[in-house]
C-alpha cells in the first residue's frame, strides 16, 4: 500500500546551522507533497509545499527538494532558531485535498 | 489563523458510550477532514466531506460516522467508543485551488480523547 516515512525521527541541531529532514514515499504516482510543522499541543501548520513537476522549492528560511527517481523529498531549514523546534511532517497529497502523513521527525534545536 | 474551532477540546468517557466532535469554521471552505494522530505517529484520515451532505471514507473509519449538514460544521461520530479510539482528533479544511497554494489545508486545535 501506499506510505509515506521520515528517515530519522528525531534531529538535534545547534542554532544557526541548516537543518535537513528527509522523507521517503512509496506511490511513484503521487503528484503533490507537503510539509508541515507541528509544535507541541496544536494542530500541523502548513510550511510549504511542492508539485510533483518541480525539482525545487523554496520559501522564507525553507526549501524543498523532490527527487522523483528515488522517491525522496527533503526539507531544509537554514539557519535554524530554536522557534523552529518542533514536529515536521511530510505528507504526500491524495486527491480532494486527502493527505497521507508520515510519522514525523522532532527537530530540536540547542542553543 | 484560520477560523476552525473544535470542540470539546478535552473528553474522558467510558467504553461503549456515544461521543460527538464538532469542527466549526468560519472560512467558508468546501472541504473539511477529520484526522486522528496516536503518540509518536502522522494523521491518518478518518473521514472527509467535499461538500454539504457529501462525506466519503478515509484511511480508518471504521467505528466513526460524519455529518455535514452545513457547510461550517462538521460533525464526527463515535457510536460506541473503544478504547482504541483514544487519540487526538484534528479537524482540517481546505479550500482547494487557492491562488497562493494547490491545497493547502488548515488544522484545528485538535481535541484530545480518553476512552477508558
Known amino acids: 500500500g501506499e506510505s509515506v516515512g521520515l528517515h530519522l525521527p528525531t534531529l538535534s541541531v545547534q542554532e544557526g546551522d541548516n537543518s535537513i529532514i528527509n522523507c521517503a514515499y512509496s506511490n511513484s504516482a503521487s503528484d503533490y507533497f507537503i510539509w508541515y510543522k507541528q509544535e507541541s499541543g496544536k494542530g500541523p501548520q502548513f510550511i510549504i509545499d511542492?508539485?510533483?513537476?518541480?525539482d525545487k522549492r523554496q520559501g522564507q528560511r525553507v526549501t524543498v527538494l523532490l527527487n522523483k527517481t528515488v522517491k525522496h523529498l527533503s526539507l531544509q531549514i537554514a539557519a535554524t532558531q530554536p522557534g523552529d523546534s518542533a514536529v515536521y511532517f511530510c505528507a504526500e497529497n491524495r486527491g480532494a485535498g486527502k493527505s497521507t502523513f508520515g510519522d514525523g521527525t522532532t527537530l530540536t534545536v540547542k542553543p | 489563523d484560520a477560523g476552525i474551532t473544535q470542540s470539546p477540546r478535552h473528553k474522558v468517557t467510558e467504553t461503549g458510550t456515544p461521543v460527538t466532535l464538532r469542527c466549526h469554521q468560519t472560512e467558508n471552505h468546501r472541504y473539511m477532514y477529520w484526522y486522528r494522530q496516536d503518540p509518536g505517529h502522522g494523521l491518518r484520515l478518518i473521514h472527509y466531506s467535499y461538500g454539504v451532505k457529501d462525506t466519503d471514507k478515509g484511511e480508518v473509519s471504521d467505528g466513526y460516522s460524519v455529518s455535514r449538514s452545513k457547510t461550517e460544521d462538521f460533525l464526527l461520530t463515535l457510536e460506541s467508543a473503544t478504547s482504541s479510539q483514544t487519540s487526538v482528533y484534528f479537524c482540517a479544511i481546505s479550500a482547494l485551488l487557492q491562488k497562493s497554494s494547490y491545497n493547502e489545508q488548515f488544522f484545528g486545535p485538535g481535541t484530545r480523547l480518553t476512552v477508558l
Open positions: 511542492i508539485r510533483s513537476n518541480m
